[in-house]
C-alpha cells in the first residue's frame, strides 16, 4: 500500500492530469469573466493556468490540480482533495492569480451578480446558426430582472451553475433552467 508522500510523487511525476481526468468528487472553483476572452486571452490563459496548476502547492505537498475554460468565459479550477486537501493558503494563491487575470485582461472574476445564460435563439447575437458559443451571455442581474421581463429571458432559459462545488456535481447539472435555480425569485408573477 502507498503512503501518502509516495502517492503524491507519482502523481506529481506525470503531467498535469487534465479537467477532463479530474474523478466526479474533485472540488472545483468557478469564475465567471464579465464578458467573453478574446482568441489572444485565451492563448494567454492556458499558458498561466497550466503554470499555476503544475506548481500549486499546499504546505509543501503539490495539489493534483487542473483547469478548464468553457464557453471563452468561465474560468474552473480543480483539485483532487482524495489526495491532498486544499489549505487556505493554496486557495489565496489562487484567488492572486484570478486577481492579476483581472487587472491583466481588464475584466472582473469576483462580481458575484453575474449569471451566464443561454439566450433564446430570437435574441442571440449573430443568430443561432453560428453555436451555443453566440448564444451564451453573461448577465447582471439587473439586466436579467430586464430580460425577464422583456421576455428575451424565459423560466425555462437555462442558466449556468455557478454554485457547482465539485466536477460531478458541474458535469450533471452545468445548465438548469432558470424556474429551477435560485434565481426564480426574479420570475415576474403571472
Known amino acids: 500500500m502507498k ?3 509516495a502517492m503524491i510523487q507519482s502523481l506529481s511525476s506525470i503531467a498535469a492530469p487534465t479537467f ?3 474523478s466526479e468528487q474533485a472540488r472545483i472553483w468557478i469564475y465567471q469573466s464579465t464578458k467573453p476572452f478574446s482568441e489572444a486571452q485565451l492563448l494567454e490563459l492556458e ?3 497550466t503554470h499555476f496548476v503544475a506548481q500549486w502547492q499546499t504546505h509543501g505537498k503539490p495539489l493534483v490540480a487542473s483547469w478548464s ?4 468565459r ?7 482533495e482524495r489526495v491532498v486537501a486544499v489549505s487556505g493558503c493554496a486557495i489565496d494563491s489562487s484567488v492572486a ?3 492579476q487575470i483581472e487587472k491583466d485582461f481588464e475584466l472582473s472574476l469576483f462580481e458575484r451578480k453575474l449569471v451566464t445564460v443561454q439566450m433564446e435563439d430570437a435574441f442571440a447575437e449573430n443568430g443561432a446558426e453560428d453555436g451555443t458559443e453566440n448564444r451564451i451571455k453573461t448577465l447582471s442581474l439587473e439586466a436579467l430582472k430586464q430580460a425577464l421581463l422583456e421576455k428575451k ?3 425555462n432559459t437555462l442558466v449556468f451553475n455557478a454554485l457547482a462545488a465539485t466536477k460531478g456535481e458541474l458535469m450533471a447539472q452545468m445548465w438548469q433552467p432558470l424556474a429551477q435555480t435560485w434565481l426564480k425569485r426574479f420570475l415576474p408573477s403571472h
Open 69 to 72: 475554460v468553457l464557453y471563452a
Open 153 to 155: 429571458v424565459t423560466p
Open 20 to 22: 477532463e481526468a479530474h
Open 97 to 99: 492569480l484570478m486577481r
Open 74 to 80: 468561465i474560468i474552473v479550477l480543480s483539485v483532487e
Open 47 to 49: 499558458a498561466r493556468l
Open 3 to 5: 503512503t501518502e508522500t
